[in-house]
């Protein structure tokens, strides 16, 4: 087994890059649906949130608002840290789970939108950075998400800095072109990762 992380700034196109992988064989553990499913209702990560943050980031009908929940903490790194070490260790939990699952012969590619952030590289056999100007990612935060640009700067300014990812890379995929140059970049990048099982 092969592990991968695969890893981006918000808006740099990690999503499609985890489809096509997808699409050639690799085994996806998407941290993102993790986070949602450990605080899905009546979880033990729901509650922990809410002790923590209140009734308020609660939607009337009990699920976790998310939006508001994310305007409590981006810009506010205690905050920010302190859902982290909430949600964090059930993200981690689940994943080993789904990772154990996966066969010998598998490459197992982990979507982590804050793998630098976090200092989990190390966890991996190989990190793959999505990589795109910031121009680049803050167009398509406001056209393609209808993010207010201050929201979408906001989010940015709160993750990794684009030299801190590319400094973790073994690969780097440029997806600052249109879609037709990303799915070359993607097989020739699964190829070496099958060859490195």
Known sequence: MLKAGLTGGIGAGKSAVAQLLVSYGAVLIDADQIAREVVAPGTEGLRAVVAEFGEGILTPDGTLDRPRLGALVFGD????????ALVHPLVAARSARLEEAAGPDDVVVH???LLAENGLAPLYDRVVVVDAAPETQLERLVRQRGMAESEARARMAAQATRAERLALAHFVIDNDGPPEELEPQVRKVWEELRAAV
């Open 77 to 84: 790194t205690e905050r920010l840290a302190a859902l982290n």
């Open 111 to 113: 979507d982590v939108p």
